[in-house]
T-cell receptor, first 109, second 114 residues
């Protein structure tokens, strides 16, 4: 099976920056996704990386290093509404998608 | 609103009951998925349908029975469940199975088995 690791919980202050790391070991690679899931709601797509480098979308950025099996999601200028679970998901060589257990981010005033 | 609607949102059932979860997508996608989400665990893929045909059954016990009458609708029929089956069941869709596109999730059906 696939192995995807991310921290269980992170806490940060409103206005600060938080970086959520994700490491993976898969058979082949066809892209990495980040999803946001608020409590009681559907996971929603945040970003997709298939090539090395940084993808920026407003306050959120996602980075990928395929050689290191590593990605991070960077959340800048944190807002209270960013409190949620963030899921890392990797598509392997057979295009099967596997998820990490998620990182719960708590933003404090 | 993700374009994927699940009903019911909450369900409590006894181990001898039979119930069904329903999922409908309004996105024109061809692939639909059932996932199980338990606390502090990764999403577990249960079933995949592509163009109404089941393409994956991830060793799911037979007490879970999926049905896909068309590309827009997906059901999960439940019978003689166990308490450990209590979880959030998420439906998702994508343009095609195996493509580069992302999944669109419904808000889930929270199932409690007594």
């Amino acid at each position: 099976g696939q192995n995807i690791d991310q921290p269980t919980e992170m806490t940060a202050t409103e206005g600060a920056i938080v970086q959520i790391n994700c490491t993976y070991q898969t058979s082949g690679f066809n892209g990495l996704f980040w999803y946001q899931q608020h409590a009681g709601e559907a996971p929603t797509f945040l970003s997709y990386n298939v090539l090395d480098g940084l993808e920026e979308k407003g306050r959120f950025s996602s980075f990928l290093s395929r050689s290191k099996g590593y990605s991070y999601l960077l959340l800048k200028e944190l807002q209270m509404k960013d409190s949620a679970s963030y899921l890392c998901a990797v598509r392997d060589g057979d295009y099967k998608l596997s998820f990490g257990a998620g990182t719960t981010v708590t933003v404090r005033a | 609103e993700t374009g994927v609607t699940q009903t019911p949102r909450h369900l409590v059932m006894g181990m001898t009951n039979k119930k069904s979860l329903k999922c409908e997508q309004h996105l024109g996608h061809n692939a639909m998925y059932w996932y199980k989400q338990s606390a502090k665990k990764p999403l577990e893929l249960m079933f995949v349908y592509n163009f109404k045909e089941q393409t994956e059954n991830n060793s799911v016990p037979s007490r879970f029975s999926p049905e896909c009458p068309n590309s827009s609708h997906l059901f999960l029929h439940l019978h003689t469940l166990q308490p450990e089956d209590s979880a959030l069941y998420l439906c998702a869709s994508s343009q095609d199975q195996g493509g580069a596109g992302e999944l669109f999730f419904g808000e889930g059906s929270r199932l409690t088995v007594l």
